[in-house]
Nanobody, 123 residues
Framework: QVQLVESGGGLVQAGGSLRLSCVAS????????MGWYRQAPGKQRELVAA???????NYADSVKGRFTISRDNAKNTVYLQMNSLKPEDTAVYYC?????????????????WGQGTQVTVSS
């Protein structure tokens, strides 16, 4: 069974920094894209940043130049370095990964989600 576990959220003042981590564990054959999403109260979940197995990245316009996504393939881990945080970055941040793993009826690639970590930026 595959599990994603996030860490690193918390409360920070505007202009501060946080680093989120997400570790994938379990019966993993390979991991393709990994990414971070966020959901603020009353809003839809949105993509923040994503990184493919080859290292290419993409970011939401609202975080470009402030956030950096990276990954350690040997550790099945993805990171999100968040700098110059703003109150509007406040949300629950979720890790997502596209993972090839054994399933009940064979091997399949599907998306997995972490449980989320709260990031709160005070003004």
């Amino acid at each position: 069974q595959v599990q994603l576990v996030e860490s690193g959220g918390g409360l920070v003042q505007a202009g501060g920094s946080l680093r989120l981590s997400c570790v994938a564990s379990g019966s993993i054959i390979s991991i393709n894209a990994m990414g971070w999403y966020r959901q603020a109260p009353g809003k839809q979940r949105e993509l923040v940043a994503a990184i493919r197995s080859g290292g290419s990245t993409n970011y939401a316009d609202s975080v470009k130049g402030r956030f950096t996504i990276s990954r350690d393939n040997a550790k099945n881990t993805v990171y999100l370095q968040m700098n110059s945080l703003k109150p509007e970055d406040t949300a629950v941040y979720y890790c997502n990964a596209e993972i090839l793993a054994p399933q009940a009826m064979g091997i399949a690639r599907r998306g997995y989600w972490g449980q989320g970590t709260q990031v709160t930026v005070s003004s």
